[in-house]
């Protein structure tokens, strides 16, 4: 007697995106990161070899999340027509803004991956790819053409230039990790100083701007 066929469950089809999105859910809601790759699958009824055909490890996939952020960043920028014809210390007042935009979005993650779990500087080694990308953004885009004051700048210096930036930005990411202000408003008005002090070294007036940058940081350290 001819029988029907059990019909297969179809197999869901993951992405990237969704198994980061899981990863960070998990991270918020048990104040832990998952023990391994194993346990995290388990969870969510996703099969180990999916998770690696995006991920090699968790580490990885640490990694890749702050990659999606600073893609996000590009994207948003991107949009803006006039962005090529900006100058090339508002191309890093826009990269900042832009990029302070999106991690406030995932503050909360942030928060725990570089503060919260204890760490320390550990927590940088999931910074490494979101580096390559920034610097890389650095020399390509906000100082691709010679300027005015950027052009005093040898090409030579192009990675000390980039890692300045770098340093700049991940000191802006601690004030701003620290910052209770409403709507993070001193974060940005240390953006838009720290930046004009960086453009005016390469200028004219150094100590005033310096003084000037001195003055706001004193001045939140002591409140």
């Given at each position: 007697m001819a029988t029907t066929k059990t019909p297969k469950t179809k197999k869901k089809?993951?992405?990237?995106?969704?198994?980061?999105?899981l990863y960070m859910n998990d991270v918020l809601e048990m104040n832990d990161a998952p023990k391994n790759v194993y346990v995290f699958c388990k969870k969510h009824d996703i099969e180990e070899s999916d998770f690696y055909s995006f991920f090699g490890s968790?580490?990885?996939?640490k990694k890749d999340i702050w990659v999606k952020f600073f893609e996000n960043?590009?994207?948003?920028?991107?949009?803006e027509p006039a962005f090529e014809t900006y100058s090339d210390k508002n191309k890093l007042l826009t990269l900042y803004f832009t990029l302070f935009e999106i991690l406030t979005l995932n503050r909360s993650y942030i928060l725990f991956s570089l503060k919260e779990n204890k760490e320390g500087l550990k927590n940088l080694r999931s910074m490494a790819t979101f580096r390559n990308?920034?610097?890389?953004?650095?020399?390509?885009?906000?100082?691709?053409?010679?300027s005015e004051q950027f052009g005093k700048?040898?090409?030579?210096?192009?990675?000390?230039?980039?890692?300045?930036?770098w340093?700049?930005?991940?000191?802006?990411?601690?004030?701003?990790m620290d910052d209770a202000s409403k709507g993070f408003e001193k974060t940005d008005v240390l953006i838009e100083k720290s930046v004009n002090t960086v453009v005016d070294l390469l200028d004219t007036k150094p100590l005033e701007s310096l003084f000037d940058l001195g003055k706001f940081l004193w001045k939140e350290k002591m409140r």
């Open positions: 089809q993951w992405n990237d995106l969704e198994i980061v999105s968790l580490d990885a996939l960043a590009k994207v948003t920028i991107e949009k990308h920034f610097k890389e953004y650095i020399i390509t885009t906000v100082k691709s053409q010679t700048v040898a090409k030579v210096t192009e990675p000390v230039f980039s890692e300045g930036a340093i700049q930005f991940l000191f802006l990411l601690k004030f701003w």
